[in-house]
């Protein structure tokens, strides 16, 4: 099985989805480690209650961002993992961490990439005033936001629509294909040339 870490900040609920899926037999995974950087991360408890291991580093324990990603990448190292998924993992990562685990990185983001980067891609996109939301799995390089993309849903919405309602649309699109992506990992599916990414047999249905 394909061993994983799974990096999240807050609610966690990307990492229920691909614990869920593993559970479910949809996805052959094995999550060594879920390392948070805050400790009321509710993604800690979800972790403990599915029996993974965890690990908290506090970045505000730390003296820079390379010291922080130093020791994360000690205990990532440790668990022996095969990739690190980034599952709203809300901290921007050092070329030494990227640089060490390359290629080998992916993360989920809130918009169609490549628009609507950062922190905030749900509200800006809202703001922008889009008809469309949707979510990003790329691999992650050096540039925030800006890795080979693996994969993209989207969901529309009306200008009338809450912007929380939007935000539930987009987190349960997330909860699909961040475990589809998973598994096209899993299984060897997923090649990364450069800016390219080919996903074999992806299953598309035929366009004209
Ligand atoms: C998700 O919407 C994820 O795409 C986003 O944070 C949320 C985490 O939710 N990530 C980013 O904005 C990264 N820039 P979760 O903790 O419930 O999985």
Not at 34 to 53: F, H, Q, T, W
């Amino acid at each position: 099985a394909l061993k994983i870490a799974v990096l999240a900040s807050g609610s966690g609920s990307n990492l229920q989805s691909i614990i869920d899926a593993v559970e479910r037999g949809s996805l052959k995974a094995d999550i060594r480690l879920v390392l948070c950087n805050r400790s009321d991360a509710y993604a800690l408890e979800r972790a403990k209650n599915a029996g993974i291991p965890t690990t908290t580093i506090l970045h505000a324990d730390y003296k820079s961002r390379e010291t922080f990603d130093a020791a994360m990448i000690e205990q990532l190292q440790a668990a022996d993992v095969d990739l690190v998924v980034l599952a709203g993992f809300m901290r921007i990562l050092t070329p030494l961490f990227i640089q060490t685990f390359a290629g080998r990185i992916i993360n989920i983001h809130p918009a169609l990439l490549p628009s609507f980067k950062g922190a905030h891609g749900i509200t800006d996109a809202v703001k922008y005033g889009v008809t469309l939301a949707g979510c990003t799995v790329h691999f992650v390089d050096e540039i925030m936001d800006n890795g080979a993309i693996i994969a993209q849903a989207v969901v529309p919405f009306t200008s009338e629509e809450p912007v929380e309602v939007v935000q539930n649309r987009v987190l349960k699109l997330e909860h699909r294909i961040y475990p589809q992506v998973l598994q096209w990992i899993s299984t060897g599916r997923v090649t990364l040339n450069g800016r390219k990414v080919f996903v074999q047999d992806i299953g598309l249905p035929k366009v004209p």
